[in-house]
């Protein structure tokens, strides 16, 4: 008999089961607010100009393509760094951040994670309730025993902080805390500053070791506003690792761009985790690709194409902030008496609704909209074309 006749089928997953439902199905007023990609007005993925400038002159230079430095070129590791804590960063001046280029932010996560089984292989992981639904199935293939922290407050739509903080304070030292640095997914909602200060402390107080998940910045407030958690954590003197993707802020998700960042307490403990993490990604996949990170360093590295770049971003940041407003104002126009005042106080691209399973299922049976069956709706897929549908739609089933 053949060797896999014992495989079982593994289930589907559900976000990217969702998607093949919506291909399927032949209403042209259908809608996906499923699946986490930004989406234009016209319901485009976007290719940004900047993205395309850089593509095109790396085109015409024909390069080879020999193999990358296992962890990345310079020159994208570098400004990754500048990215995620800042021109002045006393931290890179002083050779305390390691960065390696990782196949988007997943790839990040999961490097991170077999590097910390080998260093701290007892150690526990804890994930927000709910987190993006990759996290624990993510930390567990490394080997890790994964539970939650409680993080969502149904009732406000915001954060339980005092739950938070209360358990995050009861954990035992070298336990592993996933933190989405903004632009929370599913719930989209975050932490305030002042709460962000005092999670710091506690992982101080307690000897936790932060992980910091930043797949959306620039999606919430800008660049360095967005890098706020990073910063608090860079002053605090502690050590944490900081996965980051440019799948969402430069529309490259096919290509797989990210970055582990590691800081560590001097100069030579980064020589020596680099040289570890390096071992790492030899052993997965040996070193990286070139062309994603290649468009992203000439953009990030060019003064004038950083700016189209910049401007592209804080465009797409400003539509979705528009479409949370249009649906708002949408869903009163319908008659609902709910308040959903919550859809503008929560960041990036989703929106945790409070909406039943079988209120969605209502929404993709009588109107082909799909949505996740928590309730996730994703906001960067609303235009000015659906919006108005989406909401009364919303109206119907509520
Ligand atoms: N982390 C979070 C919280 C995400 O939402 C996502 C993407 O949806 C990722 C990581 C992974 O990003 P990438 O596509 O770059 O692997």
Redesign the pocket.
């Known amino acids: 008999s053949s060797i896999f006749a014992g495989v079982e089928l593994a289930p589907r997953d559900p976000i990217l089961g969702l998607n093949e439902a919506f291909n399927a199905d032949t209403r042209s007023t259908k809608v996906n607010l499923g699946v986490?990609v930004y989406s234009d007005d016209n319901g485009k993925i976007p290719l940004l100009a900047a993205v395309q400038a850089a593509e095109k002159a790396r085109l015409e230079a024909l390069p080879a393509r020999g193999y990358q430095p296992i962890e990345g070129p310079a020159a994208y590791d570098s400004a990754v760094q500048k990215l995620l804590f800042g021109e002045g960063s006393e931290l890179l001046a002083a050779g305390r951040v390691v960065t390696a280029q990782a196949?988007?932010?997943?790839?990040a996560?999961k490097i991170g994670a077999d590097f910390l089984k080998r260093l701290n292989p007892a150690s526990k992981v804890y994930i927000s309730d709910p987190s993006?639904e990759?996290h624990r199935a993510l930390f567990e293939s490394a080997g890790f025993e994964v539970e939650n922290y409680p993080y969502y407050h149904a009732a406000s739509r915001g954060v339980d902080f005092s739950a938070m903080k209360a358990h995050l304070g009861s954990l035992s030292a070298g336990s592993v805390i996933v933190l989405?640095a903004c632009c929370h997914?599913p719930t989209g909602a975050d932490l305030s500053a002042a709460q962000w200060e005092e999670v710091v402390s506690v992982c101080r107080e307690r000897g936790l070791v932060p992980f910091l998940?930043m797949?959306?910045q620039g999606f919430a407030d800008g660049i360095d506003a967005d890098a706020l958690a990073v910063r608090l954590f860079a002053a605090s003197g502690l050590q944490f690792f900081v996965?980051s993707?440019f799948?969402?802020s430069f529309s490259l998700?096919g290509e797989?761009v990210?970055a582990l960042s590691i800081v560590t307490a001097a100069k030579d403990e980064s020589v020596r985790v680099l040289s570890q993490l390096k071992r790492v990604i030899r052993t997965n996949y040996s070193n990286p690709p070139i062309h994603g990170a290649a468009i992203v360093a000439a953009v990030l590295s060019s003064p004038a194409l950083r700016q189209q770049w910049e401007d592209e971003l804080a465009g797409m940041r400003e539509r979705i902030r528009g479409m949370r407003l249009a649906l708002l104002d949408a869903i009163k126009a319908h008659g609902v008496a709910a308040d959903f005042s919550f859809i503008t106080a929560q960041r990036g691209m989703f929106s945790y609704t409070g909406l039943s399973a079988a209120q969605v299922d209502r929404l993709r049976e009588e109107f082909g909209i799909y949505a996740v069956s928590t309730g996730r709706i994703c906001l960067a897929a609303l235009n000015s074309k659906n919006v108005d549908y989406v909401a009364a739609a919303i109206a119907k089933v509520i």
């Open positions: 986490g196949l988007g932010g997943t790839g996560l993006w990759n989405h997914n998940d797949a959306y996965a993707s799948s969402k998700y797989r990210g």
